[in-house]
């Protein structure tokens, strides 16, 4: 099993010829081994993620041998529960794990692994861990075939598995061997479609779980932007932070009382649920957002929310982004110097967002335009 990275690794199992059959994967490449004259009694997987669990595929190539597939008690002994390690930690480590299995499950084509994986997925995923299932799901959607370094532009939500330093087997195993990637363009690309496959329905996943159980109607947005649950869409200037910063309150202080340096923002009093969201929605890029206004969209109508609550709400988020992003391209404390040098992270800056509708239809959607002074940048 080849894993790709910035310090790329393999790492091997061992299992029966007669077994691996049972893997139409497996048992294809064993076939294009003999066509090749290739008789080590080795086959190459790439695994098109940089994360890898051992113990995961381990259990994946368990299933060809007994057609035993893991349940959540399983996942739960694998992912044992430090002392210290808080409880949504715990259950992030419990998502990773699980998600490596179902991308071993597809890669395997082991249907009944894919199929529990995918259930157990679905029963992890809450609002206290949506925000490494999304990172999650960017990662298996985006990639570069080339296998050089991403677009940081097309990736602002990055490859960063926060506080899986403590999960067990996070990390790959002693046993392994540092190799150069031995893999064609085409095999790469078949390991790369199943993951991005994967990615889509955790997206769908994601945002269908926010659907239900948010309301759309009159959704009261959290624009903190002190938040860690994503990476900024747009660059914290000095001015955004010195406009977000909260306030103290002046009816509270007495006489010949200083005003302290912050104060409790109200919006953290909004429910885990709806910061969340806000922090997600209001950080997307463009064409993720786009999507994940259709997953709402769709959801929504399945549970028979009305369509036009939906597009208030995302005229809200569209009406932040905007405002964020004004604020950004008016500041000065960053200069044009600074700003074309890390195009990559201000290129965003140049477009402005909208919603936009059909007077005739009612159909609604979003757009985004680049201004004309930003236009000789992207």
Known sequence: MHVPGTSAYHCYF?????IMFRSPMLALSMHDNTASGNENGSVNVFWPTAYFNQ?????CLRYLYSDTVLSIDDIEAF???????????WRGCQLMFTIAYWLGGLILRADAVATQAESIVHGLINFDIIGIALDVATD???HELSG???NPNDTPLTHRYRNFESYPAAFPPDDVSVLADPFPLDHRRKMFEIAGKLGARLNEMIFSSIAANITFKDFQLDTTLEQTLVKHLLPITRELADHYRPLAPVQTLQFGQFPPQQAANPTRNLSMKNRHTSYIMLNLPF??????VAILRKAAKASKVEDIWVKDFVKKVIAEREARRHIVIRSVSVSDEEQQANMAVWRVVG???SVVEDEATGEWDLQAECSDSWARYV
Do not use: V, W
Not at 55 to 59: E, G, P
């Open 14 to 18: 061992d299992a029966h010829k007669i």
């Open 55 to 59: 113990i995961a595929f381990a259990m």
């Open 79 to 89: 992912t044992d529960r430090g002392a210290s390690q808080h409880i949504a930690q």
């Open 140 to 142: 298996l959607c985006d």
């Open 148 to 150: 050089g370094e991403r």
């Open 287 to 292: 064409g993720n957002l786009k999507q994940a």
């Open 351 to 353: 477009y402005e967002e």
